[in-house]
C-alpha cells in the first residue's frame, strides 16, 4: 500500500494535484481497516459507500482548493453522519439513520474529507474505557490494555494507522486520554471554537481532532472550527493569517480564502513562558513515577527549544476533584435520562443512579465548577502562557468488559488511572496531549499542554516541537 500510513497533509496535497485519486486512497484504507481492525476492534461500522463518495469528490469544480482532498477520516459513533445511524456505543439508541451531517462532519466533508467508518465507544461515552455492546477496543500497542475512552476507537483507528485523522468529542478527557493511551495527539478546544455534540454535557464536552502528526492535527482543527488560520500554527505558535484571495475557502460561508502551500518541515522561533508540574494532583492521588520524568523531560526539551520554563510547584486544589466527579456523575444521570433505565449496562446504571443522588442533594458539583471557571483556574494558572503536566496518571487498564461492573470498580479505575484531564473541561481551557516516551511496560507516555482560552495556536506549536524532539512511532505490528 502507497497512501495508507501517509498523513492526512500528504494525502491531501497528492490528490489535489492529481498525483493520486481519492477513490484509489479511501479503497487502500478500507483494505488496511479490514486486514487491522479485527485485532484492535476501532470500528461500530466500515462505510463501504466511501468508495463511492471519493469517487464523486473528483466531480467538484473546487478539488484543487480542499484542505482535506481525498482525506479518509473515522467518526465517534455520537456525532451524525448523515444515512447512518448513530448509536453512542448503546443498544438502546435508535437504529434510524440520521438525516443530516452533525456541523463538524459537515464542515470535514465539505474540505474533502470521506468518512470511512464510525467508531466504538462505552455506552454513552461515559468513562476512560472503550468497551460497549459493540465491542471492546483495544488498545494497539498491547491489546491486553484498554484503548481508553471515550473517544476509544478513534484514537486506536489513528494510532493502528487505519485512518490518518479521525473526529472525537472529550467531556472529562474523553480526546486527551485514548490520545494519550495509544501514543498519538489530540486537542480539545476551548469553548465556542468547533461546534460541540448534541449532547454538550452542559457545555463540558468539546469536538476535536486526533492525529499522529501536528501538521495534521492544526490542519483538521483549521477545518473543525472554519479559521484557515489556524491550519499553520504549529509552526510558530500563532494564528497565520490567509494570503490574499486566490481560491475559495471551504472554511467558512464568507469571502476568506485559502491557497494551499507545499509540505514543509521548518518552524519558526517563538517564546513562550511555560510553567511545569510533574505532579499537579492533590495528595492521594499517586502519580506514575516514570510520567513525572517525562514532564520534566519535556520540559527540558521545551527550554532548549527557546522558552522560558519554570516549575509549578502546587498542587491543584483539594476541592476540585470531588466537584468534578460530582459533575461528571450528574451529567452521566442526565445523559442517559431518555433511555430505558432498567435496560442500560449496569456500569451505566450505577453511574447515572449516583447522579441522581447527587443531584437531589444539592451535591452536583456545580459550584465547584462556577469556582473554578470564574476564578480560581486563573488563579492557580499563575502568569504562564502554558502549563505542562502529565497526561495520565499511570499506564491503562486492562482491556476488558467493564460496563458489566458496578460504580465502584468503575469510577477507582477512572480515577486512579486519567485524573488530570477533567480540570480543564471544567473551566472550557483548550488543552493538547502529545506522546513524546515509552514505559518501562512498553506503552506510550504523553504530556498534557493547556493553555488560557484562545491558546489553541500556542498549544499546537509546542505539540510541533515536542514532536520534532520526540518522533512518532507506530505500534509494534501497525508499521507500514
Not at 133 to 149: E, K, L, S
Not at 238 to 258: C, G, H, K, N, T
Not at 450 to 467: F, T
Amino acid at each position: 500500500m502507497l497512501w495508507a500510513g501517509r498523513s492526512a497533509v500528504e494525502i491531501a496535497a497528492a490528490v489535489r494535484q492529481g498525483d493520486v485519486t481519492a477513490t484509489t486512497v479511501v479503497e487502500e484504507h478500507l483494505h488496511a481497516i479490514s486486514e487491522r481492525d479485527p485485532k484492535v476492534g476501532a470500528f461500530r461500522l466500515v462505510r463501504k459507500r466511501a468508495v463511492d463518495e471519493a469517487r464523486a469528490l473528483h466531480e467538484r469544480r473546487d478539488l484543487a482548493e480542499l484542505p482535506l482532498a481525498g482525506v479518509p477520516v473515522a467518526v465517534k459513533d455520537n456525532l451524525e453522519v448523515a444515512g447512518e445511524a448513530t448509536r453512542a456505543g448503546s443498544a438502546l439508541t435508535s437504529a434510524s439513520p440520521a438525516i443530516v451531517d452533525h456541523p463538524a462532519v459537515a464542515r470535514l466533508r465539505a474540505a474533502g474529507a470521506v468518512v470511512v467508518g464510525l467508531t466504538n465507544l462505552p455506552e454513552l461515552g461515559l468513562v476512560a474505557f472503550g468497551d460497549s455492546v459493540y465491542g471492546t477496543v483495544r488498545n494497539p500497542w498491547n491489546p491486553a490494555r484498554t484503548a481508553g475512552g471515550s473517544s476509544s476507537g478513534s484514537a486506536a483507528a489513528v494510532a493502528a494507522g487505519m485512518v490518518p485523522i479521525a473526529l472525537g468529542n472529550d467531556g472529562m478527557g474523553s480526546l486527551r486520554i485514548p490520545a494519550a493511551c495509544c501514543g498519538i495527539l489530540a486537542i480539545k478546544p476551548g469553548a465556542d471554537v468547533v461546534p460541540p455534540p448534541v449532547d454538550d454535557w452542559n457545555r463540558l464536552t468539546e469536538n476535536g481532532p486526533l492525529a499522529t502528526t501536528a501538521s495534521d492535527l492544526a490542519l483538521a482543527l483549521s477545518v473543525l472550527a472554519a479559521d484557515p488560520a489556524l491550519a499553520e500554527a504549529w509552526r510558530g505558535g500563532r494564528r497565520v493569517e490567509p494570503r490574499p484571495a486566490m481560491l475559495r475557502s471551504v472554511w467558512a460561508d464568507d469571502e476568506e480564502a485559502w491557497e494551499p502551500r507545499p509540505p514543509q518541515d521548518s518552524q519558526e522561533p517563538f517564546d513562550l513562558r511555560v510553567a511545569y508540574a510533574p505532579q499537579p494532583l492533590p495528595a492521594g492521588l499517586p502519580m506514575d513515577k516514570e510520567f513525572q520524568a517525562a514532564v520534566r523531560g519535556a520540559a527540558e526539551t521545551l527550554r532548549l527549544a527557546g522558552h522560558t520554563v519554570v516549575e509549578h510547584g502546587r498542587r491543584l486544589p483539594p476541592w476540585l476533584g470531588p466537584a468534578t466527579i460530582a459533575v461528571w456523575l450528574t451529567q452521566a444521570a442526565r445523559s442517559s435520562a431518555h433511555l430505558d433505565r432498567k435496560r442500560l449496562e449496569r456500569r451505566s446504571r450505577a453511574l447515572a443512579g449516583a447522579g441522581r443522588v447527587l443531584a437531589r442533594l444539592s451535591l452536583d458539583g456545580a459550584r465547584g465548577r462556577d469556582r473554578w471557571r470564574a476564578h480560581a483556574a486563573d488563579q492557580w494558572f499563575g502568569d504562564a502562557d502554558v502549563l505542562l503536566m502529565p497526561a495520565l496518571a499511570a499506564v491503562p487498564p486492562a482491556a476488558e468488559r467493564w460496563g458489566e461492573r458496578g460504580f465502584v470498580r468503575n469510577v477507582l479505575a477512572n480515577v486512579r488511572y486519567a485524573p488530570a484531564t477533567g480540570p480543564w473541561n471544567m473551566c472550557g481551557w483548550p488543552a493538547v496531549s502529545v506522546p513524546i516516551a515509552t514505559h518501562s511496560t512498553a506503552m506510550p507516555i504523553a504530556v498534557q499542554l493547556v493553555a488560557p482560552p484562545g491558546g489553541e495556536p500556542q498549544l499546537l506549536g509546542l505539540a510541533a516541537q515536542l514532536q520534532a524532539a520526540h518522533p512518532p512511532v507506530r505500534p509494534p505490528g501497525f508499521a507500514f
